[in-house]
Each structure stands twice: as C-alpha cells, then as structure tokens.
C-alpha cells in the first residue's frame, strides 16, 4: 500500500515531532489527496478526482466509470484500493471519483433521507459535465463502489437506471431495503463479498457502523434477480480456493446478476489496495475485482439509446 493511505497513521507519529515537520506532512497529504475538479450541483460546490487516460481517444465515444469511495474515505483512497488507472490505460475509458460530502464530519454518501436526492443529482449533473467536456459515450456509464459507495451505486442503478448501464458493489452497505427501488427496469449488477465481513455482515445482521441490521447478501443478490426478471436457480461455480460464483442468467435484457462470495474475506476490495488488517480484515488475492467488473461492464451497454 503506498503513502496515500498510511498518511493517518504517519500523523500519529508526528505527534512527537516538531510542529513544522507536522505542517510539512499535512501540506503533503493534502497535495496527494488533492481533487482535480468541481462542479455546483444542488447549489453546494462538489469534488471529484477525474482520470483521463493517454490511450483515450476524443475522437471515438470512450466508456465512463463512475467510483465511489467508502464512508469516511476520500475520491484519492479509492484510487489506490480500486486500481482502476491502471486498468484505464489498457483499455482506454475515462475514471472518475465523485467525493461525498463532509459538512464538518466524514464524507459519506447519503443513502437515506433528504440527502439521497442530492447525491444522485450530483451523480447526475457530473456525467452530464464530462459528456460535454469529454467524448462520453452514454450508453457506456458504469457506477461501482465499496461499502457505502457499493451502497450508493445500488441507488443509482435505480434513480438513474436510463443513464446507468451496470454497476459494481464490493462489500457493499445497503441501508436503504431492495423495496426502495420501485423502478422495474433491469440493471446489470456484479457484486464481492467477503464472508468475515465485521461492518456489512455477509449474512445480515446489525454492526458498529449502523443503528439498522444489513440485509443478507444472498438473499439480497436474489431480490436484485427478481427485479431484473432472472431465472430464479443461479449457477453456482467455485473459482478460487476461496471464491465461489453465483450467477443469476436469462434475465430480462440480458441484465445478469453475479456474485462473488470471498470466504473468510474482511470488509476490503480483492485484488485491490489492501486496508488495514487489523481494521478491514483480510483482503484476498485470488481474484481481481476490477478487472472482473470491467469485464462485467464491458459486456452491457444501455439500450435504445
């Protein structure tokens, strides 16, 4: 893991250093950390780190995926736990990381209450920006996350299922139930979750993270199955010694759903940046989520449009 995340580590060491050597490392962080551009949305100021790749061609329609970072995180940390540069200088889509907002604590998502609304317009008024400062193609727009980012990319697989094309969730934080989304039309989602997950438990249940219990991942992969018109007898496979695939087909619109169960996996991004363990739990390399997604992705583009 590079500087980038052990930053908030360093400054509990720099608490016994001298004051300038401490404002040096915070001018440091905040450079690092930096976002690239903004945007006003809602009427509030927004960040985001955007990512254009030198094989990106302006003469050609270029795929957008959207990343959402967790709760607590900033656009730069899901940089480095994703990886998705890299994977945009092979294959040449733009990247970009929305930032939640702070409002003087953690920057989070807001997927529940007044807040919802607001995100999503940001999300909204966001692709609407690099489509007209970047050759975007609009059936090409992908949203993933991780945790409360994997929780937002559920909302707007709902609130923007016409500008959507599929989504990705990695240890996703679903605080709002399936039965929020009453908007019929099928989304493509593949998802990552590890079954020693100590903030969304694999199997439901309450945590420290939040006062209300987490659905039941399998139960709520299937819900999502049920929304996209699936077959309902999944298929499922085994693809690492410690990864299983289930796999929902002959959905409506060929929205497939996917999920990979990592077992014994923590609340992290496999095959990504590792976090913390003690914090996060193990994070395993028998499979690459990014490269899954974009595999995922690159399969399913919007129709009719």
């Given at each position: 893991?590079?500087?980038?995340?052990?930053?908030?580590?360093?400054?509990?060491?720099?608490?016994?250093?001298?004051?300038?050597?401490?404002?040096?490392?915070?001018?440091?962080?905040?450079?690092?950390?930096?976002?690239?551009?903004?945007?006003?949305?809602?009427g509030l100021t927004r960040e985001y780190l955007l990512y254009v790749p030198r094989s990106s061609d302006r003469m050609n329609p270029t795929p957008l995926?959207?990343?959402?970072?967790?709760?607590?995180?900033?656009?730069?940390?899901?940089?480095?736990?994703?990886?998705?540069?890299?994977?945009?200088?092979?294959?040449?889509?733009?990247?970009?990381?929305?930032?939640?907002?702070?409002?003087?604590?953690?920057?989070?998502?807001?997927?529940?209450?007044?807040?919802?609304?607001?995100?999503?317009?940001?999300?909204?008024?966001?692709?609407?920006?690099?489509?007209?400062?970047?050759?975007?193609?609009?059936t090409r727009v992908y949203a993933n996350g991780l945790s409360n980012g994997g929780g937002m990319s559920f909302v707007l697989s709902c609130a923007l299922?016409?500008?959507?094309?599929?989504?990705?969730?990695?240890?996703?934080?679903?605080?709002?139930?399936?039965?929020?989304?009453?908007?019929?039309?099928?989304?493509?989602?593949?998802?990552?979750?590890?079954?020693?997950?100590?903030?969304?438990?694999?199997?439901?249940?309450?945590?420290?993270?939040?006062?209300?219990?987490?659905?039941?991942?399998?139960?709520?992969?299937?819900?999502?199955?049920?929304?996209?018109?699936?077959?309902?007898?999944?298929?499922?496979?085994?693809?690492?010694?410690?990864?299983?695939?289930?796999?929902?087909?002959?959905?409506?619109?060929?929205?497939?759903?996917?999920?990979?169960?990592?077992?014994?996996?923590?609340?992290?991004?496999?095959?990504?940046?590792?976090?913390?363990?003690?914090?996060?739990?193990?994070?395993?390399?028998?499979?690459?989520?990014?490269?899954?997604?974009?595999?995922?992705?690159?399969?399913?583009?919007?129709?009719?449009?």
């Open positions: 893991m590079t500087g980038r995340l052990r930053i908030p580590v360093a400054a509990l060491v720099l608490i016994s250093i001298p004051l300038l050597l401490a404002a040096i490392e915070a001018m440091s962080y905040d450079v690092v950390n930096r976002n690239n551009g903004t945007l006003v949305s809602s995926v959207i990343s959402l970072h967790g709760a607590g995180m900033w656009p730069a940390a899901q940089v480095e736990i994703s990886r998705w540069n890299a994977l945009a200088d092979r294959e040449g889509f733009i990247v970009v990381y929305p930032s939640g907002l702070g409002g003087g604590g953690p920057r989070v998502w807001r997927v529940g209450g007044e807040g919802i609304s607001r995100d999503v317009r940001f999300i909204s008024d966001l692709i609407d920006t690099l489509t007209a400062d970047y050759n975007i193609d609009r299922s016409d500008g959507i094309a599929a989504v990705g969730l990695v240890a996703a934080a679903h605080l709002v139930p399936a039965s929020w989304c009453t908007d019929p039309e099928p989304v493509p989602m593949i998802s990552f979750h590890g079954t020693a997950d100590r903030f969304t438990p694999y199997n439901g249940g309450t945590s420290v993270v939040a006062p209300r219990p987490f659905p039941s991942i399998p139960a709520w992969t299937a819900e999502w199955a049920v929304r996209n018109r699936c077959v309902p007898s999944p298929i499922d496979t085994a693809v690492g010694a410690d990864v299983t695939r289930l796999e929902y087909a002959s959905c409506a619109r060929d929205a497939r759903v996917v999920l990979y169960t990592i077992r014994d996996g923590g609340h992290t991004w496999p095959g990504g940046g590792p976090l913390p363990e003690w914090f996060a739990g193990p994070t395993s390399d028998s499979i690459d989520a990014t490269a899954l997604m974009w595999a995922f992705f690159h399969q399913h583009r919007l129709l009719g449009r």
